[in-house]
């Protein structure tokens, strides 16, 4: 399947700052796809290329297999930034019907889209409220109400959880998988790890304005796994270190272990049952994304600072 989005060596510059310096990724149609890394490390920069707002000073970005034209491709993007950019004085049903007209819809087509997604994200008494009067998730909700309504092909969020409550988030991850579920491509962008691995099926991770990371989550995770297994069991005490593996930590019904390499899960298995050791169970421990990501980001940081100091 061709990508829907394709980076290729892209860079910006800001006076000696590289903000985004020759990253290359692609993003497939219909995927979830995770844009990960700390303060400062030329996100938001790279959002503002792909949307039109910036224009890169080298490399060249493919929308849709053509090369991307800000005052062409517009309207099939949908962004939902960090920072909001509404009109507090503004009644809300207002706002959202002129937003959307800017996007190309008729007034009979925004109206009526309008009133679908208010009805189904529980908004339909906010119509004639102003945007001041809103809470920091109600204005989230109708941030992206405005992103989705023109049907974009390419769905940018920014951290569109912020502000919002158990329910309400899971009310738009829910509208998110629908979204993709039906053709959209959705880049996801937050400092939330957990939620990047619950709802995510790419990431890239950028540092210092550099690509650093790109792949599945599930691949990213088999990358960094360390060969540690949780085996339960009551005798906890009996499994000690042996050629095969050694202890990590041990608890009253948990003893995590480390396989030296060569060696298998069914090794591990077959010492524990040669030791007679009354097994409940054994799986494998993968690395949360938030580990892997400090890990990394800390990694790059002392690395930088050691050239620094050569």
Not at 91 to 98: F, H, N, W
């Amino acid at each position: 399947m061709d990508p829907i989005l394709s980076l290729k060596h892209l860079q910006k510059f800001y006076a000696t700052q590289k903000a985004v310096d020759d990253i290359s990724f692609n993003i497939q149609k219909g995927s979830i796809f995770g844009l990960l890394g700390p303060n400062g490390a030329g996100k938001t920069t790279l959002l503002r290329m792909i949307t039109g707002i910036f224009y890169p000073d080298g490399g060249e970005i493919m929308l849709d297999g053509k090369p991307f034209n800000p005052m062409e491709d517009i309207s099939k993007i949908g962004y939902m930034p960090e920072e909001r950019g509404m009109y507090k004085k503004m009644k809300i049903g207002e706002q959202a019907l002129y937003l959307a007209q800017l996007k190309g819809l008729s007034k009979a087509d925004a109206t009526e889209r309008i009133k679908y997604w208010f009805k189904k994200l529980e908004m339909e008494s906010w119509w004639n409220k102003k945007v001041e009067d809103l809470s920091k998730g109600m204005s989230q909700k109708l941030q992206f109400v405005i992103t989705v309504l023109h049907e974009p092909k390419l769905i940018i969020l920014d951290e569109p959880f912020s502000g919002l409550d158990p329910l309400n988030a899971n009310l738009i991850k829910d509208e998110i998988y629908g979204l993709a579920k039906n053709g959209a491509t959705i880049i996801f962008s937050t400092h939330r790890m957990e939620q990047v691995e619950e709802i995510c099926d790419h990431i890239v991770l950028i540092n210092l304005g550099k690509k650093i990371l790109d792949g599945t989550v599930k691949e990213v995770k088999q990358q960094y796994k360390e060969n540690i297994f949780s085996v339960q069991t009551s005798q906890s005490e009996h499994i000690k270190d042996n050629s095969i593996f050694n202890v990590v930590s041990r608890e009253a019904e948990q003893v995590l272990v480390k396989i030296n390499p060569g060696y298998s899960t069914n090794d591990v298995l077959g010492q524990l049952i040669n030791d007679k050791i009354n097994i409940v169970g054994c799986h494998e421990l993968l690395p949360s994304l938030n580990e892997i990501f400090i890990k990394l980001v800390e990694g790059t940081h002392a690395t930088t600072r050691a050239f620094q100091n050569i």
